[in-house]
């Protein structure tokens, strides 16, 4: 599979979003859930993307790094970067947030048990906290840079002016930028733009936002829906196409709960779109 950047680290152009294993209603059991990962592996996917709060509610917190951390200890031999992430807290079904230096040290170590590893490849601030200045939680991430518990540090849903104080704290451990961004999402665009210049890999999550399984959802959708047809390929292989083709530092990290799904999105990584298909879709 066509290799992308993450730091100083080579991975595939498609990654897997694991949070359907553990999130979605109803969802497969942990063999199955164990096939989709090694799956993707076999497909050579080489990032997983999880975190600490996906789970169903709060008693089984952790649920998705202890099923990812199964999946690849059952596996064998291989090289993954496994992005985790901080800074989401259950209460219940709830989610709510803590950003402070001393819940995300704790959250850390949790993370770095579950998941069986000395260091965490690629810890991520989940979403920034409102309680929490936004200068603390970064410094707490430099800290744990600082002191190996994490190789590389991403933040997640944050803007250009957070981007910058991130980068300014956390300096070059900081390597990547998670939020919302599809082809019915475009809100991101700037802040893609702005990891571009920057030279930080940009995470789409929820990448098939706005295509919907026969892409009638959003504005752009149909067009996506008549190139797929014209291809003879899935709408979400397009749609991955046309994240990978905004900028070489995108790296879509789609969820999958059935081996079927994983296995089609990694084949996006292999699909080129012609400037005039592109145009078509629109840009970011």
Same mark, same amino acid.
């Given at each position: 599979?066509?290799?992308?950047?993450?730091?100083? =680290?080579?991975?595939?152009?498609?990654?897997?979003? =694991?949070?359907?294993?553990?999130?979605?209603?109803?969802?497969?059991?942990?063999?199955?859930?164990?096939?989709?990962?090694?799956?993707?592996?076999?497909?050579?996917?080489?990032?997983?993307?999880?975190?600490?709060?996906?789970?169903?509610?709060? =008693?089984?917190?952790?649920?998705?790094?202890?099923?990812?951390?199964?999946?690849?200890?059952?596996?064998?031999?291989?090289?993954?970067?496994?992005?985790?992430?901080?800074?989401?807290?259950?209460?219940?079904?709830?989610?709510?947030?803590?950003?402070?230096? =001393?819940?995300?040290?704790?959250?850390?170590? *949790?993370?770095?048990?579950?998941?069986?590893?000395?260091?965490?490849?690629?810890?991520?601030?989940?979403?920034?906290?409102?309680?929490?200045?936004?200068?603390?939680?970064?410094?707490?991430?430099?800290?744990?840079?600082?002191?190996?518990?994490?190789?590389?540090?991403?933040?997640?849903?944050?803007?250009?002016?957070?981007?910058?104080?991130?980068?300014?704290?956390?300096?070059?451990?900081?390597?990547?930028?998670?939020?919302?961004?599809?082809?019915?999402?475009?809100?991101?665009?700037?802040?893609? *733009?702005?990891?571009?210049?920057?030279?930080?890999?940009?995470?789409?999550?929820?990448?098939?936002?706005?295509?919907?399984?026969?892409?009638?959802?959003?504005?752009?959708?149909?067009?996506?829906?008549?190139?797929?047809?014209?291809?003879?390929?899935?709408?979400?292989?397009?749609?991955?196409?046309?994240?990978?083709?905004?900028?070489?530092?995108?790296?879509?990290?789609?969820?999958?709960?059935?081996?079927?799904?994983?296995?089609?999105?990694?084949?996006?990584?292999?699909?080129?779109?012609?400037?005039?298909?592109?145009?078509?879709?629109? *840009?970011?």
């Amino acid at each position: 599979m066509e290799q992308r950047r993450i730091g100083n =680290a080579s991975v595939s152009a498609v990654g897997l979003g =694991a949070m359907p294993l553990s999130t979605k209603d109803p969802r497969p059991s942990e063999d199955e859930a164990v096939g989709v990962v090694h799956a993707a592996l076999d497909a050579g996917v080489t990032l997983i993307d999880t975190a600490d709060a996906y789970a169903r509610d709060e =008693a089984e917190f952790g649920h998705n790094e202890s099923l990812v951390a199964r999946a690849l200890s059952s596996y064998g031999q291989a090289d993954v970067l496994v992005a985790t992430k901080g800074g989401h807290t259950r209460r219940g079904t709830d989610w709510e947030l803590d950003g402070s230096p =001393a819940y995300l040290r704790r959250a850390c170590e *949790a993370s770095l048990r579950r998941l069986g590893v000395d260091a965490i490849g690629l810890y991520q601030f989940h979403r920034p906290d409102p309680a929490t200045p936004w200068e603390d939680s970064m410094g707490a991430l430099r800290q744990l840079a600082d002191d190996g518990l994490v190789r590389m540090v991403g933040i997640s849903n944050a803007d250009i002016a957070q981007i910058d104080a991130a980068r300014a704290i956390i300096g070059d451990s900081l390597v990547s930028v998670q939020n919302q961004f599809s082809p019915g999402w475009r809100s991101s665009a700037d802040e893609l *733009a702005h990891c571009a210049a920057h030279g930080l890999a940009f995470l789409p999550w929820s990448p098939f936002g706005g295509v919907g399984a026969a892409g009638s959802l959003g504005a752009t959708a149909p067009a996506f829906a008549e190139v797929a047809d014209e291809i003879g390929v899935s709408v979400f292989q397009v749609a991955l196409a046309w994240h990978l083709a905004q900028s070489d530092v995108v790296v879509p990290i789609p969820g999958a709960s059935r081996a079927a799904s994983i296995l089609d999105s990694a084949a996006a990584a292999d699909l080129t779109l012609s400037p005039g298909q592109l145009a078509r879709l629109g *840009a970011a």
